[in-house]
């Protein structure tokens, strides 16, 4: 019987080990997801939000939250809600895992959660890059009569892919118009 580990001692153990193989799973599931289940061929660029990585960052606190919880306190009640609430965050997870922005030779999606924004190339009116002389990232402003899309650069928008966004909107006689950013 003192040889058994106790039930307290197995969830610690599971929470210390969801904790640290979490870590990496937090951080590469989105991009992985969003790399393998909206990859087109007709994407120019393909972005994973960082919403979608905060969440999922966020999803594995939580996760070993609860587990530390029934490892300190293991009831019945406990147990249950535990249960209820590992379920909910990672539906949750799972559910943010399927945001994405999409720059394709045809249309921008941008969706995100519950709302997914298409604007056809043939829509926009003007696409302004705007930089900073400080900073290595500017945005590209996508704008159609009655509304406006903003994406802010990563380190995935590479020479070839701005340049295919310049090319792209030249094709659809759309303007295109570089500038530096406001400062605030």
Not at 5 to 23: D, E, Q, Y
Not at 149 to 177: C, H, L, N, P, W
Request: proline fraction near 1%; charge should be negative.
């Amino acid at each position: 019987m003192l040889n058994e580990k106790s039930i307290r001692a197995k969830i610690g153990i599971f929470a210390i080990a969801v904790g640290l193989i979490g870590i990496i799973i937090a951080f590469f599931a989105p991009t992985i997801m969003t790399e393998t289940l909206h990859f087109s061929q007709d994407n120019i660029i393909l972005l994973t939000l960082k919403s979608s990585l905060i969440i999922a960052i966020v999803s594995l606190v939580l996760i070993v939250a609860i587990l530390i919880l029934l490892a300190l306190k293991a009831t019945k009640v406990t147990f249950s809600l535990a249960s209820l609430a590992i379920v909910v965050v990672l539906a949750f997870c799972t559910w943010s895992l399927t945001n994405y922005t999409a720059i394709q030779k045809e249309q921008i999606v941008m969706k995100s959660f519950n709302n997914e924004q298409i604007l056809k190339w043939a829509e926009i009116e003007q696409v302004v890059y705007e930089y900073h002389d400080e900073l290595p990232y500017g945005q590209y402003i996508f704008q159609t009569a009655n509304e406006e899309m903003v994406i802010t650069e990563t380190a995935k928008f590479g020479v070839e892919e701005k340049q295919k966004i310049y090319s792209t909107s030249r094709s659809f006689d759309v303007t295109f118009t570089e500038r530096k950013m406001a400062k605030e």
